[in-house]
């Protein structure tokens, strides 16, 4: 089910389930990474898919789903069912997307050795009108072959950024964010 969406992370990713949070590196920006606030998008060396390459991709059929807490059990028939699909990210595991509003999807990763499923402090937004040109930049917005995730949102409402994420071992890492200018 990857489709045109972007993701874009929950204001001070406030409201994430206790386990989620702990998945993902959710330090400032300016903390992790050099911020662009002068330049547009187009001027900067973002991070590429190619720069994350994944050592293997997995073959085979994908493990059960591992539906062992509460917000799991709430969403076991969508991960069960799209978990079923095999791996689309990181060469062996599967971004579950549940929805949540209009145009709207939270979601959770499950790995397709071990059933394990963890969710994660993002939603995914299907594309706003002043999203077209980062939709066609990084569509999807995660693949199979790579270790990098790209989201597009604002923290504290402080402007729109491209927020570009590693994964590693069992959570996102922080490796570059950008302001996108209107």
Request: with cysteine; glycine share 8%.
């Amino acid at each position: 089910m990857v489709g045109a969406f972007l993701i874009i992370l929950m204001m001070a990713l406030g409201g994430a389930a206790p386990e989620a949070r702990s998945n993902i590196d959710v330090d400032p920006p300016a903390a992790k990474a050099p911020v662009a606030d002068t330049m547009t998008v187009a001027q900067e060396k973002l991070p590429a898919f190619d720069d994350y390459p994944v050592d293997n991709q997995f073959e085979g059929k994908p493990a059960l789903p591992h539906i062992v807490t509460k917000e799991a059990s709430l969403y076991r028939t969508a991960i069960k069912e799209q978990a079923a699909n095999g791996p689309n990210f990181a060469g062996h595991y599967t971004i579950i997307e549940i929805g949540c509003g209009a145009a709207c999807a939270q979601f959770a990763v499950v790995d397709a050795r071990t059933g394990d499923v963890l969710f994660q402090p993002f939603n995914l937004v299907y594309g706003a009108e002043d999203q077209r040109e980062l939709q066609e930049k990084y569509d999807p917005q995660y693949r199979l072959n790579s270790r990098l995730l790209v989201a597009f949102g604002s923290i504290k409402t402080k402007g729109k950024r491209l927020f570009f994420y590693k994964w590693e071992g069992d959570r996102f890492k922080l490796v570059h964010s950008s302001i996108k200018k209107d």
